[in-house]
Nanobody, 126 residues
């Protein structure tokens, strides 16, 4: 059974840090581009970051550049999102996703992604 399971969400104060993880089962992430998306209440799903299957290219949406870092661990079949200097506007449900790609490209068009996790809540509040 193909599955992506996120973990690491929670409540954190502004300026704090969280590390989200996404573990895959039922398939190998090696040849998949991986992305993190988020959706806040009343807003559309937003592409936050992605990493290519080659691990050579990453993308970050403007609002998280310099604060978030995406990384993949093929040995553990997982992808992570390190989130530093968190702001209240980062509050959302965060989803990881994957699509098959053997190249150096990754994008944050959700229509490209085949597999999705169930999401993990991140709340930034004092």
């Amino acid at each position: 059974q193909v599955q992506l399971v996120e973990s690491g969400g929670g409540l954190v104060q502004p300026g704090g840090t969280l590390r989200l993880s996404c573990a895959a089962s039922g398939f190998t992430l090696t040849y998949y581009s991986l992305g993190w998306f988020r959706q806040a209440p009343g807003k559309e799903r937003e592409g936050v970051s992605c990493i290519s299957s080659s691990d050579d290219n990453t993308y970050y949406t403007h609002s998280v550049k310099g604060r978030f870092t995406i990384s993949r661990d093929n040995a553990k079949n997982a992808v992570h999102l390190q989130m530093n200097s968190l702001k209240p506007e980062d509050t959302a449900v965060y989803y990881c996703a994957a699509y098959f790609s053997g190249g150096d490209y990754c994008g944050v068009n959700p229509d490209e992604y085949r597999y999705w996790g169930q999401g993990t809540q991140v709340t930034v509040s004092s």
